[in-house]
């Protein structure tokens, strides 16, 4: 089975830009969650999508949202990037309690 | 609010030993808790779950103990190799359908 995808791995963006990272999760996996990784702050739950529903949220501003299609792959967007934003986004499938993380995305903000 | 801790920052330890790592946390026990490894510039690797009425996990050379009494996990790694290098995170999660909390991790180096 293919392991999770994300694309793409590396983005620079500047200030106030909005930026759209993707997510396809291992084949019948139906939940996705997405964190953010920072130095400082460590791996930080973003939120939970299980079956095209939000289940679950974490401590973020409104600027960062999601959404997750009917084939379970997932989005994440996040609108007026701060300097803050720059951080490794990681997106991971679940079946039961075993979670499975993809390479993440790198995004940079100037 | 939860508090999750990691031993050290950083753990150094001689190739053949036994690396031991721990994940104290503090309030109510988690229903699950998992440890995960992680290599720089990657996503983190599932490798062991315990449940919190479970004591003890073993999978090859991982070892990984759960203490609800002391609200501590242990993880072993035995026979250590310089490969074993790598950031180590626990991750809890206190219900079902919640989401998982990460630890700030440990990064170990196995030395030749």
């Known amino acids: 089975k293919a392991g999770v995808t994300q694309t793409p791995r590396y983005l620079i963006k500047t200030r106030g830009q909005q930026v759209t990272l993707s997510c396809s999760p291992i084949?019948?996996?139906?939940?996705v969650s997405w964190y953010q990784q920072t130095p400082g702050q460590g791996l930080q739950f973003l939120f939970e999508?299980?079956?095209?529903?939000?289940?679950n949220k974490g401590n973020f501003p409104g600027r960062f949202s999601g959404r997750q299609f009917s084939n379970s792959r997932s989005e994440m967007n996040v609108s007026t990037l701060e300097l803050g934003d720059s951080a490794l986004y990681l997106c991971?499938?679940?079946?039961?309690?075993?979670?499975?993380f993809g390479p993440g995305t790198r995004l940079t903000v100037l | 609010s939860q508090k999750i801790e990691q031993n050290s920052e950083a753990l150094n330890i001689q190739e053949g030993k036994t690396a031991t790592l721990t994940c104290n946390y503090t309030?109510?026990?988690?229903?699950?808790l998992q440890w995960y490894r992680q290599d720089p510039g990657r996503g983190p690797v599932f490798l062991l779950l315990?449940?919190?009425?479970?004591k003890e996990k073993r999978k090859e050379r991982l070892k990984v103990t759960f203490d609800t009494t002391l609200k501590q996990s242990l993880f072993h790694i035995t026979a250590s190799q310089p490969a074993d290098s790598a950031t180590y995170l626990c991750?809890?999660?206190?219900?079902?359908?919640?989401?998982?909390?990460f630890g700030p991790g440990t990064r170990l180096s196995v030395l030749p």
């Open positions: 084949s019948g996996h139906r939940s």
């Open positions: 309030n109510y026990s988690p229903a699950y």
């Open positions: 991750a809890l999660r206190y219900n079902y359908g919640q989401n998982f909390v």
């Open positions: 999508y299980f079956s095209e529903t939000q289940r």
């Open positions: 991971a499938s679940s079946l039961g309690q075993s979670q499975f």
């Open positions: 315990i449940r919190e009425n479970e």
